[in-house]
């Protein structure tokens, strides 16, 4: 649905990524389980595809994962959606300090990247947004001891960021040097 991801953390932009689309989806897809995947992220209209089914969007489609997307959008009817961001900051074990100004900027995709459809005539509206985040209160010795850093430095807030590695079975054939690759996987590091 969102092409592009940024986000600002008192207005200096800390990520952005042009990919956020294929990011979401290789995260939903390698780094989730079955039952999240059935449950929680079909919240999000994640359906996984039919192994060598994903482009057929016939009507009679034996794509399970086009039929129950398609099932719940059908007669453009309006579908409530919530999913989590795919984004560096979210993850965090960390907790921001208080008075950090955050701003989210998301990108629509084209409709023709969101949606599969045999017809061209389709749109994507989105009537409202809403953002759910989780605020604690903090107790007032550890807020002092945040003023009293702040008084010395600036505070350093590493953040971790998920490297996507491709592992994968290389066979290089001398004299001819072919590189035969098989049994690709992704794995989080």
Do not use: W
């Not at 398609?70 to 989590?84: A, P, Q």
């Not at 961001?85 to 993850?91: N, Q, V």
């Amino acid at each position: 649905m969102f092409s592009q991801f940024s986000i600002f953390l008192n207005d200096k932009q800390i990520a952005s990524q042009s990919n956020y689309s294929y990011r979401a989806f290789m995260e939903s897809l390698l780094f989730s389980s079955k039952s999240n995947q059935d449950s929680l992220q079909s919240s999000a209209l994640f359906y996984k595809d039919t192994a060598a089914e994903h482009d057929n969007v016939a009507g009679t489609s034996a794509n399970n994962g086009f039929i129950a997307r398609k099932n719940r959008c059908k007669l453009s009817k309006t579908v409530d959606l919530i999913g989590i961001l795919h984004f560096d900051l979210a993850p965090q074990p960390k907790l921001l300090i208080n008075g950090v100004d955050v701003k989210i900027k998301l990108e629509r995709h084209k409709d023709t990247f969101s949606l599969m459809s045999s017809a061209d005539n389709f749109k994507l509206v989105i009537e409202s947004a809403s953002l759910f985040i989780r605020k604690i209160n903090v107790a007032p010795s550890i807020v002092l001891a945040h003023e009293k850093a702040l008084e010395r430095d600036v505070i350093k807030m590493p953040i971790r960021r998920p490297k996507f590695v491709l592992l994968l079975s290389v066979t290089v054939c001398n004299p001819l040097q072919l590189l035969m690759l098989s049994s690709g996987k992704f794995r989080h590091v």
